[in-house]
T-cell receptor
Framework: DAEITQSPRHKITETGRQVTLACHQT?????MFWYRQDLGHGLRLIHY???????NKGEVSDGYSVSRSNTEDLPLTLESAASSQTSVYFC???????????FGPGTRLTVL | SQQGEEDPQALSIQEGENATMNCSYK?????LQWYRQNSGRGLVHLIL?????REKHSGRLRVTLDTSKKSSSLLITASRAADTASYFC????????????FGKGITLSVRP
């Protein structure tokens, strides 16, 4: 069965370190999204991609970057982790022209 | 800023009762979607209603959409303890090209 996975599921890091969160989907979806979920804020869009070599900034993109070298993967990099980036991160994907998004299980990131 | 705003923020009901959750939004939309999130898990798509539809059913779920009032409601009939979760509305705004904007969510507790 097709699926979307994230790794690691939990990560503790220190302020200033570079961190990369992985997202891998086997749906063959063109669209991929990264969100962060914080209490009181719901889900907020960080970056998104509509296909290979395409990346776009979302609502809260400062301090984050993504790259799309193939259809299956959209890694999210925190260039220099800050305590304000402690959150739960979700990756999602959808087919081109479709609207339903499929979510991964999430990565809980703690920045000390 | 959040496009969708759910109401109430929390709802507690007895098993067998109906649960009604509301969502209001601000701009014109292509469609509105409802998602469920169980504790510690990713979001799962429940139902999508297009801007030219007024009501949609899926099993025990009934969704209505009033574009003149920019509001939607999700009704879960004959609730079960397994319905305990957070529920989010998400809007696909006109011109957003499949990007979704999520509300902050409603926490539903169904008491056995």
């Amino acid at each position: 069965d097709a699926e979307i996975t994230q790794s690691p599921r939990h990560k503790i890091t220190e302020t200033g370190r570079q961190v990369t969160l992985a997202c891998h989907q086997t749906w063959n979806h063109n669209n991929m999204f990264w969100y962060r979920q914080d209490l009181g804020h719901g889900l907020r869009l960080i970056h998104y991609s509509y296909g290979v070599q395409d990346t776009n900034k979302g609502e809260v993109s400062d301090g984050y970057s993504v790259s799309r070298s193939n259809t299956e993967d959209l890694p999210l990099t925190l260039e220099s982790a800050a305590s304000s980036q402690t959150s739960v991160y979700f990756c999602a994907s959808s087919a081109s022209g479709a609207h339903e998004q499929f979510f991964g299980p999430g990565t809980r990131l703690t920045v000390l | 800023s959040q496009q969708g705003e759910e109401d109430p923020q929390a709802l507690s009901i007895q098993e067998g009762e109906n649960a009604t959750m509301n969502c209001s939004y601000k701009t014109s939309i292509n469609n509105l979607q409802w998602y469920r999130q169980n504790s510690g898990r990713g979001l799962v798509h429940l139902i999508l209603i297009r801007s030219n539809e007024r009501e949609k059913h899926s099993g025990r779920l009934r969704v209505t959409l009033d574009t003149s009032k920019k509001s939607s409601s999700l009704l879960i009939t004959a609730s079960r303890a397994a319905d305990t979760a957070s529920y989010f509305c998400a809007t696909d705004a006109t011109g957003a090209n499949s990007k979704l904007t999520f509300g902050k969510g409603i926490t539903l507790s169904v008491r056995p």
